[in-house]
């Protein structure tokens, strides 16, 4: 268990929080809490000098596919199966309040 932790200080902690326990919780939870003070200082003690920092675990990188021009289909045979047209482009309703 860890030294800097003590049964009083888990008490006057939930004492703040108002956390009520009991005598057996007061003992399970300083317990736990030593053990994640001891890990924490565990953590601590590790020399980092030569890790760099980091926001993500694992490298960012872009999945998409290079953006190439390729063929396609036809502007104009395309536009010639849709339903509305407007200014060669497909011409959908509006959909904030106004009428087709």
């Known amino acids: 268990m860890s030294e800097r932790l ?3 200080d888990v008490a006057k902690v939930a004492l703040l929080a108002r956390l009520e ?11 736990q809490l030593a053990a994640i003070i001891d ?12 890790v760099p920092p ?3 675990p694992l490298p960012i ?4 596919r290079p953006d190439v021009i ?5 502007r ?3 536009l010639s199966q849709a339903p509305s047209v407007e200014d060669r ?3 959908v309703p509006a959909i904030l309040g106004e009428e087709p």
């Open 6 to 8: 003590s049964r009083d």
């Open 76 to 78: 104009d045979e395309v």
């Open 89 to 91: 482009r497909f011409r």
């Open 61 to 64: 990188e872009n999945v998409l």
């Open 21 to 31: 326990l009991t005598d057996a919780e007061l003992d399970t939870y300083t317990d």
């Open 70 to 74: 390729a063929p396609s289909l036809d």
């Open 54 to 56: 980091t926001a993500h």
């Open 39 to 50: 890990h924490a200082a565990d953590v601590a003690a590790l020399d980092l000098a030569d």
